[in-house]
């Protein structure tokens, strides 16, 4: 057993595409994940899950099922409750940081979900 460290910059540099989480490290049987956001997502939920995002750069707006919302920049989290519908979206390109349980579809949907490759 030995101790790794992981350079964020360095995976979130080794792909272009928007919305498409890549795999960095598993933690207690999540996956630790870097993903690029720019646009709207689609309104989802995840009825199993919380779902958590750490903004690492530019800006990320999350829009709630009841109009509300939140906007985060660099170093601010936020946890969507399980069953919360959602959206995240981004005016300029944002990097962030997700965690998810193994196996959880980003869209809360197996059949709509994105591949997950590992870094």
């Known amino acids: 057993m030995t101790l790794k460290k992981i350079n964020l910059a360095e995976k979130l540099a080794q792909f272009d595409s928007h919305w498409d989480p890549h795999v960095v490290a598993d933690y207690n ?5 870097v993903v690029k956001f720019t646009g709207e997502f689609p309104f989802h939920h995840h009825p199993e899950t919380d779902d958590f995002f750490l903004i690492l750069d530019g800006e990320v707006t999350i829009d709630g099922e009841a109009g509300d919302h939140v906007t ?24 962030v940081l997700l965690i ?17 490759p590992r870094l």
């Open 72 to 95: 985060l920049g660099p170093g601010e989290l936020c946890i969507v409750p399980r069953g919360m519908t959602h959206r995240p979206r981004a005016v300029r390109e944002a990097k």
């Open 100 to 116: 998810e349980p193994k196996g959880v579809p980003n869209t809360g949907d197996p059949a709509t979900a994105a591949a997950k």
């Open 29 to 33: 049987g999540n996956d630790v994940m």
